[in-house]
């Protein structure tokens, strides 16, 4: 597919940081107004206490409204594993469109089964207000966006392309913490080798942002790169190393990994588009499947 490069167009980016999940969220602007998107917000979650709190949402808040920013989206690369979503509360307070790519259909439909969530809970996608395909594209004021269908790590991931930036997800991590995992249910190392493949082939000079990063090695924390440090560096594809040699690497490891320690918490959020579960009595619960995952 040829998608809709346009390397001129440079969006400001903010990135904030949360500690708990070593998440990367973003609000990209429009280089010729003031519209922007967040991508990959965090609600913050004390699981033990089963408290909710939103400190990294009410920063993207703040960045936004102190710099009169106008929000037209609020976007989900996929459904995360490791964090909650803010989107729904930063939807309340400043508006936007949550938008996904739509194989969250394919999500809700695996872990609606693994949380036996019934016929209440809809396998649609329309918790969402949009859902993407690949290569469709939307507006952030004057800018036009595009999605790349990247799965791997999860059935739904997608990167975004806002001009000379693009938005990861899990898909790829920074040269030296190589890719994501793909052994979560519908998970596959070998598409996944794919998908990394497809976004190498966008411009050598194609910033490449992070969903996340772990400092390894001791290293400061980082979530920017550029195509052509991934396909020359990164240890797990670069330097032409092959899908089989990438397959066999990606599920040793895997084998290796444990659980998120949000998982739970996380898919049930998520694929609601941020939103809680609430029992037949409306009160927001969480349930917790045995031997499941």
């Known amino acids: 597919m040829n998608y809709p490069v346009d390397m001129s167009v440079k969006p400001e980016v903010e990135a904030f940081f949360d500690e708990q999940t070593n998440t990367i969220s973003y609000v990209v602007k429009d280089p010729e107004s003031q519209s922007c998107a967040v991508i990959d917000s965090v609600m913050d979650i004390d699981y033990a206490a089963g408290r909710i709190s939103y400190e990294g949402a ?37 508006g936007g469109k949550i938008g996904i790519g739509d194989k969250i259909m394919i999500v809700q439909e695996t872990f609606g089964k693994v949380f036996n969530e019934g016929t209440k809970f809809q396998r649609d996608g329309s918790q969402f207000d949009a859902l993407f395909k690949d290569g469709d594209t939307y507006n952030v004021g004057n800018m036009t966006v595009f999605a790349m269908y990247t799965p791997g790590h999860t059935p739904a991931c997608m990167v975004h392309v806002y001009g000379n930036r693009a938005f990861t997800g899990d898909t790829l991590f920074m040269p030296d913490g190589g890719s994501a995992r793909a052994d979560f249910p519908g998970g596959d190392a070998s598409i996944l080798y794919d998908s990394i493949q497809k976004v190498l082939t966008l411009p050598d000079e194609m910033g490449l942002f992070m969903c996340h990063d772990y400092g390894p090695g001791g290293r400061d924390i980082a979530w920017e790169t550029t195509v052509r440090e991934e396909r020359e560096r990164n240890i797990h594809v670069g330097g032409g190393i092959s899908k089989e040699e990438f397959v066999k690497m990606r599920e040793k490891r895997d084998a290796t990994l444990g659980m998120p320690k949000l998982i739970i918490p996380s898919l049930q959020v998520n694929m609601r588009a941020g939103n809680m579960p609430t029992d037949e009595d409306g009160n927001q619960m969480l349930k917790v499947p045995v031997n499941a995952l």
């Open 58 to 94: 009410d920063k993207i808040i703040s960045y936004i409204e102190d710099n009169n920013l106008k929000l037209e989206w609020i976007i989900e690369t996929h459904v995360h594993a490791d964090h909650l979503s803010g989107a729904p509360y930063i939807q309340e307070k400043l």
